[in-house]
Each structure stands twice: as structure tokens, then as C-alpha cells.
């Protein structure tokens, strides 16, 4: 395959001389490609003409999408094929209708003749590495779209997945779920079924129990949706749920309809509150959250905020580090605000309506449903854009539950919510919620009353013995909670909870915790101390929890390796004190069918306690595996969770251990006469798929009209190319494409080494004598003096 050549960027300094050269009175006109490629090297000439160039393709300054195309040196231009629209707002039609004229070979300048889209122009400039259309529609104001369009034709497809778990042991019951959850596409309805099998596994539960809690058709609408079938009424399409107070509504035979985000445009946007960074060099910024990198970007120096529209959305904290000459110079925490919040006044109703009959499929429970008619429904309303209200009234089982609900953000620290209920047989409850964020901390109030029924579930102690609750509990309960998070320094953070219980649980309970950064061995630790003093429960024999726990955790070893130990003091299962300590091991594996292996082994009062876990991933299903030794009793226990997904498109069908949890998928064969070369499939959308010799399956993203590109694993780049190098998707939510792809070979004269530039993905080739080095939107080439020529960047070997 052809490497695209990327010009704009690093010939900006060059083309300051081609600009000088051309008279004023000729600056009107667009000047032409031999006048532009004045001021080249000569020998980086030739690859600006009947050589595949990546550009840019714009319509009266609306992005229509990225492109390969050839220019002649008779100022005509030959689109290839666009290569992403995944930003374009522009209509697929449209983008066709540009395509095909491009496609034949156009000239450049003032269209005279077969000009669609009432085209007046076409331009192409190497300073920026853009193909203007210059349309008389200019002056228009352009709309953009706020919803994605469905397929024209839909989509078809189905994806299956299964998820086995069990758990049992020594004098224990053998405990189990099998679920079924099915999404399938059929034109433009989505269709879902959920089934799910259990045995719970106690002394007087040995039955299979049995049931259907979805079975229904789905029409995904601009801004709504509309659900017919067998469902569990829920607050789809609400912003803002709406407690109530009471029995759950049971499943229905009926309709529902509501606001709906599924086609909704998602643009990026920047955190409200900058990032602010300050390197002394030029540096690269790397952003963490739970530490994972999910950024990376080059920074110049001195002040400056990063970009943080690429990150993802939410609330929260991220570890931003700033990498000079391949030293960490600095390291600070930050936080992201960029909350979903509802802020448009134009469409301020969000909704939820029901109506059927309660009833029950395929189900083997004892509780049978009523038959009663059932209907609700639920609104949200946008106030203002920090003031969300909300109102709710269902009827469920003959007693109707009323909700009301406000969200007030009084400002970006201060945030409250209340959530009032109230249903007939079972009184009134409430939810309050108070947050405030201040500069090096966080202070929430919580408090919460509401309904709770225990007759039916099973306590699992922290030894691993399963039990029924000593006494059944039907009635209200209530909670009350202060917080406290302050952090001191980078290093040190303290962290307190006073709480309140009554109902099931009774009494105070208050937590102290402080938590400390270290640096040991040369590896990256922490310290934690927590003192609590907790209400009595079963697993304490009805006495008050009182104890400490003093950890301490270090990344010691190899990469992915981490050490961790623990001494602490609490009330044991037979109200005594129980002193207690722990050793543990965990490790990441990386291109492995284990994921990860972790080990503890503890010592309390009653003896030793061994846990052992591991989670695999093979290309049919993945799972985690755990065996246990109680220090209680010395009975072994332990529990297998699996999870697969079966996706079927026509007549292929594909089982893998990626979960469809994007909406859609495609099924992959590819064919390679090399049996060890991974391929990669890079979604548009962000994600990336290894894919092997054969069948595989892609997570892709439903609805969203994009584009999957293929090419190799890892960074040594054999002399190949892949057939098709990308291909575009557009499925409903359940539907599931199918393709196909060849690894074919190149002349061996060509070679590929992969390296990264501030965190991105970039390539050197080696073609013909001539070495270019390309990295998106920057480029350069190996000169004959073996130098790396860039715009005004020289450096003396590949290496380098």
C-alpha cells in the first residue's frame, strides 16, 4: 500500500517563499500548483505530483471529509476516496454527489461546465492541505444536524450474550445465573430479549427458576422512541431518575414512549474549568485517570491550558504529567468538569410514558403477577440550565407511587438534590443530597429514606459462608451520612464519614481514613490508615464493628507487578476482638490468555485463609476464575464467571470474547498467507480490535455512519499491504456487517518502521532510496546527506 504523504504542516516555513514570489495583483487568484511548489527541494517535488496525498475536503468552509488525492501538473485534481467523515456534518448523499466529480478528474479554478451542487470553484492550497468547493449556496447559513440519520435501508444482524456464573464450595449449595441478553436489527426496528436462568443455591432453594424480563421491539426516533413488546418499565429517556416509594413495577405487556439520546450528535466539548500547565521546555503532557493514560499531547513552553475536549465525560480526577527530554519534570492532579448536563432551554422536556397489563413470561417464580392494568409516567423539565425539576405517577400492583424531584446546581462547588415520594400503604420517602467543592477537597451530605424487603436474599460473609438472614425485613429504612475529602499536598489525603442507620440496620458508624503517596525502591507505593467504629450486624454477632486496618501497597517488581500487605483489628463473627493480617501478590500479563493472577494469604483469630483469582480471555469467551480457603472453618470455595458473544450477519456467524456492548458489530474474515501477522482494526469512533487469521468480531458503535481502517500490529511492518484498507459501516443498534479482508505482499524494496511522536502513532518508509517519515498532519524526508528535513527541524538519523 501506497503511504500517504502529508504535506502541510512542515512545509509552512517553505511556502513563505513560493507566497513572496507571486506578484499582488495575482493574489485574487488562486494561484497555481507549479507557483505553489516554488521553494521545494527538488527532490521533494517529485512526490507532490501523481502521488496519493492526504488532504482535506471542504464545501463553503464546512469539513467534508479527509481524502486521498493525485495532483497533475496541468492543475487537475483526482480524488481517490475519502478517508474519514466521522466529523463531517455533511449529508452522505452530498458527499457521493462531490465524490463522483472529483473522482473523474477535475480541473482546477472556475468550474465552466458539469458543475453539481451549483459549484462555482475549486481550489487547492499546499500551505494548509486543503480542496476548497466554492458552492453559490456560501452565503446560506448552514445548519448543523443534531441527530444521527438511521440506514437508509437499515440493517440486519444479531448479537447473543451469554454469561454463565457460579459459585459454590465445602458444605456449601451450588449456586448459578445463566443470562441471555439478544439484540438484533430487522430494518429499522432494534429488537431485545433478556432471559435468565438462577438457582440460588440455599438450604431450601434447590429449584431452577426460570424467566423473561424483555421481549420487545425498539423504533429509535429524532429526540424519542417508541417500545412495543414485554418490558420492565424503567425511566428510559429521564435525565434525572425519579425515586419512588414501594414495590418495583413488575413486567409488562405494553407500550412505551419517550425522549430518546440514541441518535443524538455528541460534539466534543472542553472541560468548563481549564487545565492550566507550565512546562520550562517543550514538552509532552500525558493525562491519567485510575491510572490509565487516556491523552496524550505535545505542550510548547511556558503557560497554557491543554486540550480537553478529547477526554472523556463526567466529573472527575485526573494525574496530568509533564514528560521534557524524557523526564517526568512534574506531576499534578486536576480535575475534569465536563458534565452531562441538560442546558438546552430550546428542548427543556424530558419524558417517559407506559401503559399495559403486569404480567409474566415463561416464569416459574412464586410471585405471580396481578393482571391489573399498569400505566405512569414521568417528566423532567430544564428550569433553567441549572435547575432541572422533575415529577413522576405510576400505578404498580393497585397502589399508585407519586415522585417529585429538584436538581439545583447553585454553582460549579455547590450542588443539591432532592427526591420526595410518597405511596399509599407504605408512606412517604426521601432522598437528599448536598455536595460542596472546594479547592483541595469535598464536603457531602447525604440523607435517605425508602423501602426495603430481605425475605427473599442471601447474606454472603466476608469468609465466604453464604447464609439466609436470621430475620426476613419488610419496612422502611433511613440512612444519614456527612462526608469530608481534603487533600494535602499532592501526597497526603484524609477522608472521614459519620453515618447514621435505622431500620434493618441500626445505630452511628463513623470511618477515618488517611491515605499517602510514597516513592520506595524506585517504585510508586502508598500508605493507608482507616479506624472505623461501625453499627452491629450479622457477620459481627449483632455487636458493634470497631477496629483499624493498616495497609500498604507497592508497584514492586516487574511491570504490571504490585505487592501489597495489611494489619488490622475488627469485631469477629463471635463478637470478640479478631487481629488479622494479610499478604498479597497481582500481576497484568500482557499478550497472554490470563489477563491477570492475584494471591492472598491471611492469618485472624480462627486460623489461615488462602484467595487465590485469575481472569483469562480466549477468543471464544473470557472470564475470571477465584478459589478460596476460609480461615473460619477451612472449607474451600469458589465461583467461575464466564462471558461470550455470538454475533451472526447473513449466514457468518462469529463467537468471541468482545463484548457487543457498543450496539453493533461487524464479523471479519481475514485471509493472510502468513499464519502469525495480527492485524489492527481502529474505529473512528476510538476503539481498536487486534484481529488474527480467520474469523474475528469488531465492537462497533450503533447508529453513527463511520468507518473502520485496517492495518498492521505492533511497530515492525512487514512489506505488505491489506485489501480493503478501510471500510465504512452504518448499522442499527443489534445489526451486524460482514467483511472481508487479504493481507497481500509488496515489492521488498519497501519497508516500514513504526515509532511514536508525542504519543501518536507514526511510520518511517523506506522506498526507493527515498525515506519519508509521516505522522499525522507532519511530514518530512531523508535528503541525500542522510538528514531528516522538516520545515526548519533537522536531525541526522532515523534513530535520532
Known amino acids: 500500500m501506497f503511504p500517504m504523504t502529508c504535506i502541510a504542516a512542515t512545509l509552512a516555513s517553505l511556502m513563505c517563499f513560493a507566497t513572496l514570489a507571486v506578484a499582488a495583483g495575482?493574489?485574487?487568484t488562486p494561484k497555481r500548483l507549479l507557483e505553489q511548489a516554488k521553494g521545494l527541494p527538488a527532490d521533494f517535488e517529485e512526490h507532490l505530483f501523481d502521488v496519493p496525498l492526504a488532504v482535506q475536503v471542504e464545501r463553503d468552509s464546512q469539513l467534508v471529509g479527509e481524502a486521498l488525492i493525485v495532483l497533475s501538473r496541468d492543475d487537475r485534481i483526482t480524488l481517490l476516496e475519502f478517508t474519514d467523515y466521522n466529523e463531517s456534518q455533511i449529508s452522505p448523499n452530498e458527499r457521493d454527489i462531490w465524490?463522483?466529480?472529483?473522482?473523474?478528474?477535475?480541473?482546477?479554478?472556475?468550474?465552466?461546465?458539469?458543475?453539481?451542487?451549483?459549484?462555482?470553484?475549486?481550489?487547492?492550497?499546499?500551505?494548509?492541505?486543503?480542496?476548497?468547493?466554492?458552492?453559490e449556496k456560501a452565503e446560506q447559513q448552514f445548519q448543523q444536524s443534531q441527530y444521527y440519520d438511521l440506514p437508509i435501508d437499515g440493517s440486519t444482524g444479531l448479537i447473543l450474550r451469554n454469561q454463565l456464573n457460579l459459585t459454590g464450595g465445602q458444605q456449601e449449595y451450588l449456586g448459578g445465573r445463566y443470562g441471555l441478553e439478544a439484540s438484533s436489527s430487522l430494518g429499522k426496528w432494534t429488537q431485545t430479549l433478556n432471559l435468565q436462568l438462577n438457582r440460588i443455591g440455599g438450604p431450601q432453594e434447590n429449584q431452577i427458576r426460570h424467566a423473561v424480563y424483555s421481549a420487545y421491539t425498539q423504533r429509535e426516533l429524532p429526540g424519542s422512541f417508541l417500545r412495543l413488546g414485554y418490558f420492565i418499565p424503567g425511566s428510559e429517556g429521564l435525565t434525572r431518575q425519579i425515586r419512588t416509594l414501594g414495590d418495583n413495577p413488575d413486567t409488562a405487556f405494553g407500550v412505551m414512549y419517550g425522549s430518546s439520546d440514541s441518535l443524538s450528535i455528541t460534539l466534543p466539548k472542553p472541560s468548563i474549568y481549564p487545565i492550566y500547565v507550565t512546562p520550562n521546555r517543550q514538552a509532552t503532557a500525558q493525562i491519567y485517570r485510575n491510572g490509565v493514560l487516556i491523552n496524550t499531547q505535545p505542550v510548547a513552553a511556558g503557560l497554557q491550558s491543554l486540550d480537553t475536549r478529547p477526554l472523556p465525560g463526567g466529573i472527575y480526577e485526573v494525574q496530568v504529567r509533564l514528560v521534557e527530554d524524557d523526564q517526568v519534570s512534574s506531576t499534578t492532579t486536576e480535575l475534569v468538569y465536563k458534565p452531562s448536563n441538560w442546558r438546552n432551554l430550546d428542548n427543556p422536556w424530558r419524558y417517559n410514558l407506559f401503559a399495559g397489563r403486569e404480567s409474566t413470561l415463561l416464569s416459574n417464580w412464586d410471585d405471580k403477577a396481578s393482571g391489573e392494568m399498569t400505566a405512569g409516567g414521568a417528566v423532567n423539565y430544564l428550569l433553567h440550565p441549572r435547575v432541572v425539576l422533575g415529577v413522576s405517577g405510576r400505578q404498580v400492583k393497585g397502589n399508585v407511587q407519586w415522585g417529585t424531584s429538584i436538581?439545583?446546581?447553585?454553582?460549579?462547588?455547590?450542588?443539591?438534590?432532592?427526591?420526595?415520594?410518597?405511596?399509599?400503604?407504605?408512606?412517604?420517602?426521601?432522598?437528599?443530597?448536598?455536595?460542596?467543592?472546594?479547592?483541595?477537597?469535598?464536603?457531602?451530605?447525604?440523607?435517605?429514606?425508602?423501602?426495603?424487603?430481605t425475605r427473599d436474599t442471601y447474606e454472603t460473609l466476608p469468609d465466604g459462608t453464604y447464609l439466609r438472614p436470621k430475620t426476613a425485613y419488610l419496612g422502611q429504612v433511613s440512612r444519614s451520612s456527612a462526608s469530608l475529602n481534603h487533600r494535602f499536598g499532592v501526597r497526603n489525603t484524609f477522608s472521614a464519614r459519620l453515618s447514621h442507620s435505622d431500620g434493618y440496620t441500626q445505630g452511628y458508624g463513623l470511618d477515618l481514613g488517611w491515605t499517602q503517596m510514597t516513592h520506595l525502591f524506585g517504585s510508586d507505593g502508598n500508605w493507608r490508615l482507616s479506624v472505623f467504629d461501625r453499627p452491629a450486624s450479622l457477620s459481627s454477632a449483632n455487636t458493634r464493628n470497631r477496629g483499624f486496618d493498616l495497609s500498604f501497597s507497592l508497584a514492586l517488581g516487574g511491570p504490571g507487578e504490585r505487592w501489597s500487605a495489611s494489619l488490622g483489628s475488627r469485631t469477629s463473627r463471635d463478637g470478640e476482638r479478631n487481629n488479622n493480617a494479610s499478604l498479597s501478590y497481582s500481576k497484568d500479563l500482557k499478550d497472554h490468555t490470563l489477563q491477570s493472577v492475584?494471591?492472598?494469604?491471611?492469618?485472624?483469630?480462627?486460623?489461615?485463609?488462602?484467595?487465590?483469582?485469575?481472569?483469562?480471555?480466549?477468543?471464544?469467551?473470557?472470564?475470571?476464575?477465584?478459589?478460596q480457603r476460609s480461615s473460619y472453618n477451612g472449607n474451600f470455595s469458589g465461583g467461575l464467571n464466564l462471558d461470550s458473544t455470538v454475533a451472526l450477519s447473513g449466514s457468518k456467524l462469529a463467537m468471541t470474547s468482545q463484548p457487543g456492548g457498543q450496539g453493533a458489530g461487524l464479523i471479519v474474515d481475514v485471509e493472510s498467507d502468513v499464519a502469525d501477522i495480527d492485524l489492527r482494526a481502529d474505529d473512528l469512533s476510538g476503539s481498536s480490535t487486534v484481529l488474527r487469521p480467520g474469523r474475528n468480531f469488531i465492537p462497533i458503535t450503533a447508529y453513527k455512519n463511520s468507518s473502520v481502517s485496517f492495518d498492521f500490529?505492533?511497530?515492525?511492518?512487514?512489506?505488505?499491504?491489506?485489501?480493503?484498507?478501510?471500510?465504512?459501516?452504518?448499522?442499527?443498534?443489534?445489526?451486524?456487517?460482514?467483511?472481508?479482508?487479504?493481507r497481500n505482499g509488496e515489492p521488498q524494496h519497501q519497508h516500514r518502521k513504526r515509532f511514536r511522536l508525542y504519543g501518536r502513532r507514526a511510520q518511517l518508509v523506506f522506498k526507493a532510496g527515498v525515506q519519508r517519515w509521516q505522522q499525522h498532519g507532519v511530514c518530512a524526508y531523508f535528503n541525500s546527506g542522510n538528514r531528516l528535513q522538516a520545515g526548519r527541524h533537522t536531525r541526522r538519523s532515523a534513530a535520532q
Open 407 to 453: 436538581d439545583w446546581t447553585l454553582s460549579g462547588a455547590v450542588g443539591f438534590y432532592a427526591n420526595l415520594y410518597q405511596t399509599k400503604n407504605h408512606g412517604t420517602g426521601v432522598d437528599l443530597n448536598s455536595q460542596y467543592n472546594y479547592g483541595t477537597g469535598s464536603i457531602i451530605f447525604t440523607h435517605n429514606r425508602s423501602w426495603l424487603d
Open 598 to 627: 492475584a494471591a492472598t494469604a491471611n492469618i485472624d483469630a480462627y486460623g489461615i485463609g488462602l484467595n487465590g483469582r485469575t481472569s483469562f480471555q480466549l477468543d471464544a469467551f473470557g472470564g475470571d476464575l477465584f478459589l
Open 713 to 742: 500490529q505492533g511497530t515492525d511492518v512487514p512489506a505488505a499491504a491489506i485489501q480493503p484498507p478501510r471500510t465504512r459501516y452504518h448499522l442499527n443498534k443489534g445489526g451486524v456487517g460482514y467483511r472481508k479482508i487479504r
Open 99 to 135: 465524490a463522483d466529480h472529483l473522482k473523474q478528474g477535475t480541473p482546477l479554478g472556475a468550474c465552466t461546465s458539469k458543475c453539481p451542487e451549483q459549484l462555482l470553484a475549486i481550489h487547492y492550497n499546499l500551505e494548509n492541505s486543503m480542496v476548497s468547493l466554492l458552492t
Open 26 to 28: 495575482n493574489s485574487i
